[in-house]
């Protein structure tokens, strides 16, 4: 069946497997790194791994758009559910299986207040096993934690990590966090939107391929891969 990862800048991704199109943090509106906008994005599903206005970002406007369904943590969940939004909220190591395969909300080392301060709840990160058994491991804002060894024993085909540093892991540490993962291809996200998180994504793939088994895909916003 396969899937196609689009990488839109900052950490806002579209995935889209066995004809469902997935948008992850949807982050368009006041994003410099953004090739798209929020009413051209496809979207039967929305992932949103934290509270942070640049990761909830335009989820309202573009489910009420398009109907989505939001999937986040209880609490954002209730608190996307307030605004008319269709939710379901789950916790840190639960996973459901929805049309598009089985989603696990994993560990994440971060904050997640709301952008008019609510409380937020614990940050995430995704682990989806799509219909076809592809495992793609989204670690969207964290810094880097041991139990990623947990997840790469999932068998990662594809992982999506930040590099930024300052609010997330910055490159040694994703390279440690590859080490862990052990995943077939890498694709290196939340970087260069602000001069604070700016990198050099061509040095980190280098470097990851001289000491990893893994393939790094550097990313333009709006190209895609496909496994």
Do not use: C
């Not at 990862?5 to 066995?18: K, M, P, Q, R, V």
């Not at 109907?67 to 954002?76: M, T």
């Not at 996973?95 to 909300?105: C, M, N």
């Amino acid at each position: 069946m396969g899937l196609t990862f689009t990488w839109y800048g900052h950490a806002t991704i579209g995935l889209e497997t066995g004809g469902y199109h997935l948008l992850v943090d949807p982050f368009f509106s006041g994003n410099p790194a953004a090739t798209a906008k929020p009413n051209e994005v496809r979207a039967d599903f929305i992932l949103v791994s934290h509270g942070h206005g640049d990761h909830v970002g335009d989820t309202e406007m573009i489910a009420k758009r398009t109907g989505a369904l939001v999937i986040s943590n209880f609490e954002i969940s209730s608190w996307l559910g307030r605004k008319g939004l269709k939710t379901h909220g789950q916790h840190l190591g639960g996973g459901y299986r929805y049309p598009f395969g089985y989603l696990k909300l994993t560990f994440a080392i971060h904050g997640s207040a709301l952008p008019d301060g609510s409380y937020g709840g614990n940050p995430a990160g995704f682990l989806l096993t799509t219909n076809a058994g592809e495992k793609v491991y989204l670690a969207q804002d964290t810094g880097l934690f041991g139990d990623m060894k947990l997840i790469g024993d999932e068998g990662i085909d594809l992982a999506a990590l930040p590099i930024g540093d300052n609010f997330t892991m910055g490159p040694d540490d994703a390279l440690r966090a590859v080490e862990l993962l052990r995943p077939k291809h890498v694709i290196p996200i939340h970087y260069n939107t602000f001069e604070l998180i700016q990198q050099d994504a061509h040095a980190w793939a280098k470097r990851v391929e001289e000491a990893t088994s893994a393939k790094v895909h550097v990313l333009k916003p709006g190209e895609s891969f496909s496994l």
